[in-house]
């Protein structure tokens, strides 16, 4: 967000890990501080500094909520938030991991000056089932669409299906190591971290036509999207996954499944599939892979997709809110 905010209508603080394979990174226009080593320390630093220096802060992490609280009602500052998932039982077993008990949780969304969700879904939900309240602006997640654009093409057929994720046991990678097996003749691509749940399975088995990559850089993820016609997020606790709107950009469709309200983006054989099975999956693939010309709509239909979720259209979305909160 911070690389596309209006720079000559704000300046801009932003904090930055870098650890594993995130490196340091440099935006024009954006003064960052680098949360070294150790992070749990360092960031409590970081947001004394980001905090004390704005007029309006962006809080979408949830770890650190109370810090962030204290440090707010100490510098009087305004702040906002984004709600970025569907607090279904796996999302609020997460969420006590780390907050501890559920009201804990939902403070953690209630000390804002406003609180936002990410789909209108998200916010029925998160309202009905634990009472959790966000505006009714709806605030999509912030995806460079234009970096993936840079990969676009029109797909016409099948040959190369990927799966996007790190936490690969919730995200249920096992599914679709399943479908690999169905489809003998696609080959599957894994890109994302495993923490050890991949790696049983890959080695209780073997797999032809199916390649972990292991976590890629940028460059090395969109040249990989290049060569992938069909993008399959096997999970059932999500949010709004980029990765879809990415693929989407990069003109691959995506199947789904139904359990976080897909289907206020997605519309069934025009840009992707929301799927209600594993079953339903397998019959997509196969309807997708005897139809070319269904294949190719789905393609341009992504496409077009994506452009609803266009970088600066979003960020426009989010300057207005600021915006009007640093008038308030």
């Not at 797909?155 to 996007?164: E, G, H, N, T």
């Not at 709107?245 to 309200?261: K, M, Q, R, T, W």
């Amino acid at each position: 967000m911070a690389k596309y905010l209006d720079k000559s209508k704000f300046e801009l603080y932003a904090l930055e890990i870098n650890h594993g394979n995130l490196g340091r990174f440099s935006i024009a226009g954006v003064t960052t501080f680098n949360c070294k080593y150790p992070v749990k320390f360092t960031q409590w630093l970081g947001f004394f500094w980001g905090i004390q220096k704005s007029d309006v802060a962006y809080l979408p992490r949830g770890n650190n909520y109370r810090i962030q609280r204290s440090l707010v009602k100490l510098f009087n500052r305004k702040c906002f938030k984004t709600v970025e998932n569907v607090i279904d039982q796996e999302a609020l077993t997460t969420a006590l991991s780390v907050l501890g008990t559920v009201p804990r949780a939902k403070e953690n969304y209630s000390f804002t000056t406003k609180t936002f969700s990410i789909t209108s879904f998200m916010r029925r939900y998160n309202h009905e089932q634990h009472g959790i309240n966000s505006e009714d602006l709806i605030l999509p997640p912030v995806i460079d669409t234009a970096l993936f654009r840079k990969v676009s093409f029109v797909r016409k057929s099948i040959r190369r299906i990927v799966f996007l994720g790190n936490d690969m046991k919730r995200k249920r990678v096992n599914d679709f190591v399943a479908l690999s097996e169905l489809h003998p003749s696609i080959e599957f691509l894994i890109i994302g971290k495993d923490s050890g749940f991949l790696e049983n399975i890959l080695n209780s088995n073997s797999y032809n036509n199916l390649t972990y990559l292991g976590m890629l850089t940028h460059s090395g993820l969109l040249e990989k999207l290049k060569e992938c016609d069909l993008h399959i997020l096997t999970s059932k606790s999500e949010g709004f996954p980029k990765g879809i709107i990415e693929c989407a950009a990069a003109g691959v469709p995506s199947l789904v499944f139904n359990d976080y309200g897909a289907e206020e983006w997605i519309q069934s054989w025009e840009n992707g599939v929301v799927c209600e099975t594993l079953e339903d999956m397998d019959l997509a693939i196969k309807k997708l892979k005897e139809s070319p010309n269904l294949m190719s709509h789905c393609s341009k239909g992504a496409i077009e997709l994506s452009e609803q979720y266009a970088v600066k259209k979003v960020v426009g979305l989010y300057e207005k809110v600021i915006e009007d909160l640093h008038a308030s």
